[in-house]
């Protein structure tokens, strides 16, 4: 497969952006009923990360599908749910949300990283894995943590959960902490399985090991089984050298939690060519993927711009009388990828 249109939904350079957010990423897609959501991770203009999420007609083409943010009164974004109190597990920030529909008495869930510390990145930022319950169309949080880290990999995040033949499978990152300036990524993906999605879970099994490089992953049914598709992260901060980036594609019969079960990765996105749109020219995570009807792959990406020093980026605005980006150390995109 090969690329075969890239657009942009929502850029904190150049824009737009939902009001109340200074920049938004990814996370999961699900159809319910007539209605695509796009569920989201943000950072407010009052800076806390928060969950979001989006909305479009069933009967517009995903790739060129119109979203509408999920509003409070007004025309700001509104939160899936109220911020945790401070000094809970996931305090400091809710992140990457993956969608599990309801199911045999369960309800609608979101899990989610959340973060407790007050660094995102280097040492001492610290993830854990907790979920949402949807109660009479309110999303609520869960109380403890489902999924922590150990010694070597305390850092737990970017979690992709299905459910198949009464058994929940989730796919997350384990690493020693959210990778700094100036430092190799050390990323570990790992997989448990649970009879409820609650507790009960597995010991982790390594699902990719660190040389691989693999960050996160998406999955969607297929005619013949389960398409994944694997992102190798992104280089938020400039470092070179550094991996390669870009999504890798692998097939199997079922959701199986075994690395054997699935094929060899392909490479079908490779974001360090020079013909990468600028948006997403340090790579892509957070993937959501969905077959279309005619084969095709749709993926909703995050997307690094490739790391340029803001006050480069502001002067290149003024001179063109537009406004300066906001003060951040790295511009994030959102966009949706179609591969043929």
Known sequence: MRLASARVLWDMLHGPMPRGLL?????????????????????????????????APRSEALPAARWSPVKRRGRRVRALVADPPRGAWDGGGMHTPSYVPASRGAPARIY??????????????????????????????TGAPLITGDAERPSVLEPRVVHEDGTYVMWYLATPHEVAPGEQPDYELRCVTSPNGLDGWSAPTRFAAPAEGFFDIALARAPAGWTMVLAAGTNLHGTRPFPPQGLWLMTAASASPQRSAWSAPVRILDTDGPDTPE???????????RIADDGSLVVFVTGTRRHEPWTRLACQRIRRLQRPPVPAPFQLATGVLTFR
């Not at 796009?38 to 989006?54: E, M, P």
């Not at 948006?279 to 993927?289: E, K, R, T």
């Open 23 to 55: 920049g938004v990423g990814c996370g999961d897609l699900a159809l319910n009923g007539d209605t695509w959501t796009l569920y989201l991770g943000g950072y407010s203009t009052s800076f806390r990360n928060r969950l979001y999420a989006a909305t």
């Open 112 to 141: 989610y990283a959340g973060r407790e510390s007050r660094r995102h990145v280097g040492r001492g930022s610290r993830y854990a894995i907790g979920v949402l319950e949807q109660v009479d169309g309110v999303w609520r949080r």
């Open 279 to 289: 948006w997403m020219g340090a790579g892509v995570c957070d993937p959501a993927l």
